[in-house]
Structures are given as structure tokens and as C-alpha cells.
């Protein structure tokens, strides 16, 4: 009986934690994304001369990252975990930023609320394009030096 009951409840542990990835592998921006520069408006530039976005199907919800390389040829960095449901979470290395709240809009969007000392300082929207190959970005709002933000960004799925 005790036996039966150790194996039933490691089945049910084990089917959670399994299915808690495959609950986010609807979001189409799960993967590895390559900024294409020659597609992409950066206002206010100059534009990153590399930049990879990750978004990882975790227990914890989506991690995501970045990195790359800035116009200065300096590494940035940066990442946050979320289960894309609107709330705040702590994001690292966004001089923009000190917490997202990624919300997801459907499988193939998403909507983001950056946040510096708890005023909106940019907004993003992530959509995935119909065929899955692309994710463009669409960032407004105001930076850490209090420039106008209008990019667009388009990344090519790895």
C-alpha cells in the first residue's frame, strides 16, 4: 500500500512538472532569436552590432534573455523570468528598466511594461509572424535618458 502510494505520488509530481513546460510551448516566441539589423528601425539609435533574445520554457515560467553586443562594441546583457501574466518581476542588466511584466495576448503575441523605480518608462509587443520564422518587436515610451522610444525590431528565429 505504502508503496502504491510512493509511486502515485511521484507520478503526479512527475506529470507536473512535465506538463509545465508543455503549457508554454504554445507561445510561438519560445526559441532563439537573431536581431536582423537590415530590417529593423532603432530610434534613438545607433542600433546593437549583435543581439540574441532567448525565451526558455522553464517550471518557473518563461526565461528570458539577451545578449549581444552595443553599438560600442561593449557586451550587454540582460534577462527576467515570467509567466507572461502581467505581474511585475525583477528584470536584470536593462539600464531602461528594474521590472517587465510580460502579459501573453495569444499564442503568437505578447505585450511588455517596462518599469524604472515603478513609473512605465517603455512599452514593447512582441509578434511572432504567421510562419514562425519571424519576431518583430515593437518598443515606445521613454528611455533612462529621457528620449523618445520608436523602434522596431526584427529578429530571425535560430
Known amino acids: ?26 507561445e510561438n516566441w519560445i526559441g532563439t532569436w537573431k536581431l536582423n539589423a537590415a530590417k529593423s528601425k532603432y530610434s534613438p539609435g545607433p542600433m546593437p552590432k549583435s543581439l540574441t533574445l532567448t525565451y526558455a520554457a522553464t517550471p ?3 526565461k528570458f534573455s539577451s545578449n549581444g553586443v552595443d553599438a560600442d562594441g561593449k557586451p550587454v546583457q540582460s534577462d527576467f523570468v515570467s509567466k507572461f ?9 536593462n539600464p531602461n528598466a528594474d521590472t517587465a511584466s510580460p502579459k501573453k495576448v495569444d499564442d503568437n503575441t505578447f505585450e511588455n511594461t517596462w518599469k524604472k523605480a515603478g513609473a512605465a518608462t517603455i512599452t514593447a ?34
Open 60 to 62: 518557473e515560467g518563461v
Open 125 to 158: 509587443r512582441g509578434v511572432v509572424s504567421k510562419d514562425g520564422k519571424t519576431l518583430t518587436i515593437t518598443q515606445k515610451g521613454k528611455n533612462a535618458r529621457g528620449e523618445t522610444v520608436d523602434a522596431t525590431v526584427v529578429f530571425e528565429k535560430q
Open 85 to 93: 501574466d502581467g505581474k511585475d518581476v525583477p528584470y536584470k542588466g
Open 1 to 26: 500500500m505504502r508503496k502504491n502510494l510512493l509511486v502515485c505520488a511521484l507520478a503526479v509530481f512527475a506529470a507536473a512538472l512535465l506538463s509545465a513546460p508543455a503549457a508554454l510551448a504554445a
